[in-house]
């Protein structure tokens, strides 16, 4: 069965600061992996996702994530964070197209 | 044009009653799914149909039965309901191929 953990539950920093938020995930086959961005009150926006390919995934809002079989790391990534990056971040695992499992989050706060 | 819709957005009741949620998607996608989201944000599969298929139903009480009466529509009713069934309960549709999910803004469920 494939599982996720997200490391951090809370992540607070100062803006402009680099920020790392990390994703382990288990699983026995080939998966999908995600991270999803959830503002107050609002829904799940996909972030970035790596499929095939290239191990480093860039997303929107400046984030990146790198994929490292060996392992089994997806962490996110942003050099610079700014207060509107304030979210629960979820990192998520899918080994089909049909069933989707989302880590614990990610509270990042941001501070001035 | 929202890709994903659920209505309502908040819903306040009181314990032993009956309610219903509906979600509606414009994508054109095959899969729809209902997560439930606790007050630590913790996100956890309920359903997911495949084109009016039940094809995911975790472990959730007998209480809780999803309807799909299309593809593009899934609607989650709840019996008798009890003060843990409060939460925020997200409809979510699949691009197949890639295992991403499109998420509704959600459904706060309070329960008195």
């Known amino acids: 069965a494939q599982s996720v953990t997200q490391l951090d539950s809370q992540v607070p920093v100062f803006e402009e600061a680099p920020v790392e938020l990390r994703c382990n995930y288990s699983?026995?086959?080939?998966?999908?992996l995600f991270w999803y961005v959830q503002y107050p009150n609002q829904g799940l926006q996909l972030l970035l996702k790596?499929?095939?390919?290239?191990?480093l995934v860039k997303g929107i809002n400046g984030f990146e994530a790198e994929f490292n079989k060996s392992q089994t790391s997806f962490h996110l990534r942003k050099p610079s964070v700014h207060i509107s990056d304030t979210a629960e971040y979820f990192c998520?695992?899918?080994?089909?197209?049909?069933?989707?499992?989302f880590g614990a989050g990610t509270r990042l706060t941001v501070k001035p | 044009d929202t890709a994903v819709s659920q209505t309502p957005k908040y819903l306040v009741t009181q314990m032993g009653n009956d309610k219903s949620i509906k979600c509606e998607q414009n994508?054109?996608?095959?899969?729809m799914y209902w997560y439930k989201q606790d007050s630590k944000k913790f996100l956890k599969i309920m359903f997911s149909?495949?084109?009016?298929?039940?094809?995911i139903n975790e472990t959730v009480p007998n209480r809780f039965s999803p309807k799909s009466p299309d593809k593009a529509h899934l609607n989650l009713h709840i019996n008798s309901l009890e003060l843990g069934d409060s939460a925020v309960y997200f409809c979510?549709?699949?691009?197949?191929?890639?295992?991403?999910?499109?998420f509704g803004e959600g459904s706060r469920l309070t329960v008195l």
């Open positions: 998520a695992v899918s080994y089909n197209n049909n069933d989707m499992r």
């Open positions: 790596y499929l095939s390919g290239s191990t």
């Open positions: 699983s026995s086959v080939s998966v999908y």
């Open positions: 149909y495949n084109n009016k298929e039940l094809i």
């Open positions: 979510a549709s699949n691009r197949g191929n890639t295992g991403e999910l499109f």
């Open positions: 994508l054109g996608h095959d899969t």
